[in-house]
Structures are given as C-alpha cells and as structure tokens.
C-alpha cells in the first residue's frame, strides 16, 4: 500500500487532507518540521505532502523551500507536492526547480487534491533512476540519440509507449537538454484530473469564478514559464478541452477562468500518451490540429519485452542494488524466468518487482518467488491455446487489479484503458 506523509502545522488542514487520501494508501500525519526527518527515515513514504509556511504570518514559503532542498538531498526522496494559503507563481516556481514536482493552493476541491497525490503516485520515481534512461540495446540507443537531437531545439514532441515504459523519463531528459534547463518542469497528468478541474489547472483561474474558487490561483501554463510543461496521458483530454488546449498552443496565451483578460505564456509544451499511435489519428477521439500542433517529432519509446533480456538484466541489477542497498544475487532459474516474462506493466512494473523482492526474499540470493510475479500471467509471450477473448479480458483486468492493489486509476494505466472504460470492463464480468 502507498504510504503518503503530511506535514501540516495546521491540524484542520491535516486532518482534511489525511481523510482525502485515506483512500489512497496509508497516511501519516506530522505537524513540526523537526518532526520530518524521523518521519521520513521510519515510514518511508511515496509521497509527501508538505506546507510551505510553519509560522504564524509568514506567507515567503522560505521554511518550506528550506525543508523541501533538505528531503531532495536525501537517497529515499519521496515525490513531494507542496501546498501553501498563498498561490504565488514565484513559490510554486521555486519549489518546482527544487525538486516537488506538483504545488496545490489551500483550500482545495477534495478532488483536486485526490487528483494531485495520485499523479505524484503513478509517477514517482527514485532520484537516482530520474532522468536516467538505461539500457544498452538498439532501440533504447536510437532513442537517446534522438533525444540528444531533439532536445536542444523548441520543438514540440510527442513522445509515445505502453504504461510504465518511462515517458515521463524521456520529457525530463528533453528538458535537461533544451536551453530551457533552469527553467522548471511541470508535469500534468490529464488522466488523472478530473474534467470539471481541467481549465482551471492549465489556465488557472479568478478567485469567485466558481464554487470553491476561494481564492485566485496560476494555471500549469503560467507556473512552467520559462521552462516546459509536459502534458502526460493527452490522450484522455475529453474533446471540447482540447479545442481550448489548442487555442491556448496557437495563441502562446492563456485566460484564466473567470477573467476575460489573456495571459501570455513561454512554455515549451511536450505531451504524452499510451493511446495506440493509429487511435490518434481518430477525429472522433483526438483533433486533428490539436495532434498536428503536439507531433511536430514524435519519439517511440520501446515496451520491455522488446529491449531483449541484457536490458531487462540491467535494469533488475540496478533497481535490486538500489532497493536491496547491498550486493544481490538472482539465481539462474529465477534469472532466466524474469528475462522471458512478458512485462505487461514494463519498467514500472519491473521496479515494483524488485522493490518487493528486496523488502521480502528471506534469502541473500534471490529466487522467482520473490519477485511475486507467479501468480500472474506466465512469463511465454504468446497467446495461451483455448482461452477466448471475454475469458483473457478478464484476467487481464484482474492482473491489472491485483497489480494496482485495487487502485482503479492505476490499473487503468496498467491496461490502457480509461477508468471510465475499466469500470465497464468491471461490470461486464462481474468483478
């Protein structure tokens, strides 16, 4: 179960966010920043949720940047989002170029705020692996290559793949190439926001412009400027958003909601989906301009089960020696198992499998049952004989469950579907 940690002075604002998220995973509650650091050595949260201001009157954010630089030096980091009663561009900045990667303003839409933890969820990664795309087989050095390319320019990328193939990693290492470096960058997950919020969290909006606008807040669009925002999961934005996405791109401005006065913006956009590549080209699902203005290069990023077992091998010692912090073993059996397993969930999944072995193998030599993977579909790639289609749907779904622990949203990403298309699934074979 995720572990999520909240440092909040204000016991309110902490019990209302711990009762949000309890869904989420197991949360923790901490109110003194003396409080962090055993906090985070003992729970070893995924995510953390940290208030920028620990003094009455104060509104600089400067305790909470200092706290925020203190967890990015640590091995363990978790994804941190930080939150603040004062939506200044300038802090959320700041806090993004030291490492958070989301801001959310107080007081917030429960969903909001649900929507936010989850995206830091799916996307945590250990700083160590950030920015690092390993492998050394052909198409992971063709990919590099491009990205070396491409990255220097302002061009607009697209970057495509299965769930868990490392997208999000590809767009860092876009922006670590670009002139726009010091610049932050910002990650949206547009499959995880609602629709009602998706105006308000690109463009922003005027405090009073709907029910819980207490208070006026930056859109994505503004708090990136000068660096990149990265639109994960594009796929899913409903279509009468992505009329006002492409408006936003062609104008290079953006008009918060609830004002009728446009903002211009210098953001280099990159987006993200694992929506098949011919699915794009679908008017009824993706708009054509929208897709042309979003695909002027378009990187592939291969799933695991391509990238040949000296990939999946490097990549096993190098999350096992993380997790493990001392020198592994796998045994041959378990070695050959885990080259020829076909990887549903690619990296990520990988990453939990070894995350898992290391907290739980009894042994200093790892052996296939550690990595929890058995009761899973068989490691073979190709299609089991004498199972139809309704009957592999279902296991299918229910691997993706298991997977997520019973996360919908993240199972969802693991199956590349939209929630709203795993609850059909759900439903159709009684899960």
């Not at 992971?140 to 193939?165: C, D, K, P, T």
């Not at 622990?405 to 929630?419: E, F, H, T, Y």
Request: glycine share 8%; aromatic share 4%.
């Amino acid at each position: 179960m995720p572990g999520i940690l909240i440092l909040d002075d204000d016991p309110d604002v902490a019990l209302a966010a711990r009762l949000a998220l309890r869904k989420l995973g197991a949360v923790a509650v901490r109110h003194a920043p003396a409080e962090l650091p055993a906090a985070l050595d003992e729970l070893a949260p995924d995510v953390l949720l940290l208030d920028m201001n620990f003094t009455p009157g104060a509104s600089d954010g400067a305790a909470g940047l200092a706290l925020l630089r203190e967890v990015m030096g640590r091995r363990d980091a978790p994804a941190v989002v930080v939150m603040t009663a004062y939506a200044e561009v300038e802090l959320a900045v700041q806090a993004l170029k030291t490492g958070a990667v989301d801001f959310i303003t107080k007081p917030w839409p429960n969903e909001r705020l649900v929507a936010c933890v989850q995206a830091a969820l799916a996307r945590r990664a250990p700083p160590a692996a950030v920015g690092e795309l390993l492998g050394e087989s052909a198409a992971m050095q063709s990919l590099r290559a491009q990205i070396a390319q491409v990255g220097a320019s302002e061009a607009s990328v697209l970057i495509l793949g299965e769930n868990g193939v490392g997208k999000e990693l590809v767009a860092r290492a876009l922006h670590r190439a670009s002139p726009r470096s010091s610049g932050p960058l910002l990650a949206v997950d547009m499959g995880a926001l609602p629709e009602a919020l998706v105006e308000s969290e690109l463009f922003g909006h005027k405090r009073g412009s709907f029910t819980d606008a207490r208070e006026s807040r930056p859109g994505r669009f503004v708090a990136a400027a000068g660096g990149t925002l990265f639109l994960d999961e594009i796929g899913n934005l409903p279509l009468a958003q992505q009329a006002k996405l492409l408006a936003a791109l062609e104008r290079r401005e953006v008009t918060p909601v609830g004002s009728d006065r446009p903002v211009p913006v210098d953001v280099r956009v990159l987006a993200a989906t694992n929506v098949a590549e011919a699915e794009l080209f679908d008017a009824k699902r993706f708009r054509p301009d929208l897709l042309y203005r979003l695909n002027t290069v378009v990187l592939r990023v291969p799933p695991l089960r391509e990238r040949g077992a000296a990939d999946i091998t490097l990549l096993l010692r190098h999350y096992l020696a993380q997790f493990a912090q001392r020198p592994v073993e796998v045994t041959p059996d378990a070695l050959a198992q885990l080259t020829a397993y076909g990887w549903p969930g690619n990296v990520r999944q990988l990453r939990q499998a070894c995350e898992r072995a290391a907290l739980l193998a009894r042994g200093p030599v790892f052996t296939w049952p550690d990595f929890g993977l058995a009761h899973m579909a068989p490691p073979a790639t190709e299609p089991a004989p004498g199972l139809d289609l309704a009957q592999r749907e279902r296991e299918a779904v229910q691997a993706a469950l298991a997977q997520a622990d019973g996360n919908i949203s993240q199972a969802a990403k693991l199956l590349g579907v939209s929630r709203a298309a795993l609850y059909r699934k759900l439903d159709k074979h009684g899960l």
